[in-house]
């Protein structure tokens, strides 16, 4: 029986134009209806996704920033503000690389580390109201997400990064040219666990969706894991089952069929 589902948003639930496909909301309704919670998990902020699911959001909870925000029920349960000195280091690591150029998130800004035209917008990284900075932001800025645009080379230069700092992050390639940068202990895996813990849910009732390497944490976690068809090879290789591509609208068809079962 399952009891919630958490899908990640870009590359899964969303389509091409990283728009909520005709229908989703009402899905979100019958999900409810059944008994059956329903948490968009994302890199996204919070920001972002209360306008996506506007006209649900009061019927579903939210895991956002890479499980740096969560809320339940609409309310705001935990936020994962990154360390300082640990952003510090990042950014002194990423001096060393001509190729990397850093991007840090608060709430509502993009603050860029590197001149605007250094960075290509991508999915989840449309670098809202940015804010051209020369330095790590004050300790008085609550940073709750960070990413690594990579002109080449992401996979070689997680490695890197993942060597230089790994005692602070966790780094994982997200879509063609960035690294998502996750504090440790801190994913998509601890936020939906709050939110398992808040509705009296196992792991084994729960479903994940998910393409990309900050959903790893998540497929590993939940009772069934759902890999897109358009997922990253090791995402495929962990998950319970794969299915279409979002581009064909897969996780909507999976939902309806779920609802379908039970009738």
């Known amino acids: ?36 919670r329903f948490v968009a998990s994302s890199g996204r902020r919070f920001d972002t996704l209360s306008e996506l699911f506007e006209p649900v959001a009061d019927c579903m909870d939210f895991v956002a920033s890479n499980g740096a925000q969560v809320i339940i029920e609409g309310e705001l349960v935990d936020r994962e503000v990154f360390s300082h000195a640990a952003l510090r280091r990042l950014a002194r690591t990423c001096d060393l690389f001509d190729t990397l150029h850093l991007a840090l998130f608060d709430e509502t800004r993009s603050y860029l580390l590197d001149d605007e035209a250094r960075f290509e917008r991508e999915v989840d990284k449309n670098l809202p109201n940015p804010v051209r900075v020369f330095a790590v932001p004050s300790p008085d800025v609550n940073i709750l997400k960070a990413s690594v645009y990579c002109d080449e080379g992401v996979m070689d230069m997680a490695y890197a990064l993942t060597r230089e700092l790994d005692d602070d992050f966790v780094f994982a390639p997200s879509g063609h040219k960035w690294i998502d940068v996750m504090q440790r202990g801190v994913n998509k895996a601890t936020g939906i666990e709050q939110v398992m813990a808040a509705h009296d849910v196992r792991r084994d009732e729960v479903m994940a969706f998910g393409d990309s390497m900050n959903d790893y944490e998540i497929l590993r976690m939940a ?27 897969s996780v909507q068809r999976e939902l309806r069929a779920l609802l379908d079962i039970m009738g």
Request: glycine letters at 12%.
């Open 1 to 36: 029986m399952i009891k919630l589902i958490a899908s990640d948003m870009d590359g899964t639930l969303l389509d091409g134009n990283q728009c909520v496909p005709e229908g989703t909301y009402d899905l979100i309704l019958r999900l409810r209806d059944a008994g059956i």
């Open 223 to 249: 009772g069934t894991s759902v890999a897109m068809g358009n997922a990253r090879s090791a995402i495929k290789q962990i998950a319970t089952k794969v299915i279409g591509t979002n581009l064909e609208h």
